[in-house]
């Protein structure tokens, strides 16, 4: 059973998978980063300086009474949040990397070369509208001669 297992995960393909989750991973930390950290504080700016991923709806306070300034506290106070400004970060942040990797299939697509199609093996008789072959000078259904 070991060895099978072996021969399993020494396949090409399921290293390649490994090797796409691990920088898919990568590249998800990093659309994260620049989601929080690049587009989000300007566009907050522009908002009057929002921080979205503070936006949250509480359901139920905690054991210190709301307000709560930041999601941190109501959290830290013990409340029942819907965090839809942290919500909203992951849904930019699918969005970029969805849109990356559209990026890089057109890119790959477009790498890819397009085979020529193959040269036909067989012709018709046009004499009596059989099948034969192209490298045929004599039709071996009606004997006539090709040209």
Do not use: W
């Amino acid at each position: 059973m070991f060895k099978e297992f072996k021969e399993f995960i020494m396949r090409g393909n399921v290293m390649e998978i490994a090797i796409g989750f691990i920088i898919g991973g990568a590249f998800g930390a990093i659309a994260k980063s620049m989601v929080t950290d690049v587009l989000m504080p300007p566009v907050g700016l522009l908002l009057g300086g929002v921080d979205f991923s503070n936006f949250f709806i509480v359901l139920k306070q905690g054991k210190v009474p709301a307000p709560y300034n930041a999601l941190a506290d109501a959290q830290a106070a013990g409340a029942v949040t819907i965090s839809y400004g942290v919500f909203l970060n992951t849904v930019i942040s699918f969005l970029i990397i969805s849109l990356a990797v559209f990026i890089l299939v057109k890119a790959m697509n477009k790498l890819k070369r397009e085979e020529a199609p193959a040269e036909p093996t067989t012709k018709e008789c046009p004499h009596c509208f059989s099948t034969i072959s192209t490298k045929a000078t004599k039709c071996p259904q009606c004997t006539s001669v090709l040209t």
